[in-house]
């Protein structure tokens, strides 16, 4: 799902950059908004796989989620439905995360406990 809307919102980001930067970096553009995104997508489904704290990973997630659904809206015309078809790609691409790392993490939380006590058994 996340490439995805990864994928259905990078032609508005391009198209969004014709018209403001060089033809070049224009076709990069989305990568700007895109790379930090994914990263910390991947980073989010590493730390629920290791257990580890989410927040900063997910701050980076939502951030530039943010910024791609902003920049994706900011060109359409102000219709609902032009602003749910352009703006939605991203937000159902960090929902649908979301939901994955609830997956991920809700069957680790019973076996922790468990996992814990062998852990401390065995460094005695």
Known sequence: MCLLGWTLSYH???DLAFSRVPHGLS????LIV??????GCLSVLRAALDGRRLLHSWVVVVL?????TGLCIADVSW?????IVAGLPPV????????LVRQLTSGKGAHRPAY?????????
């Open 12 to 14: 508005p980001l391009q």
């Open 27 to 30: 076709r990069l553009w989305p």
């Open 34 to 39: 895109y790379g930090p995104w994914i990263v």
């Open 64 to 68: 530039f989620s943010s910024v791609a």
């Open 79 to 83: 219709t609902v439905p032009d602003v």
């Open 92 to 99: 159902t691409a960090v929902v649908s995360l979301h939901q």
């Open 116 to 124: 814990r006590q062998a852990a401390h058994k065995s460094s005695r």
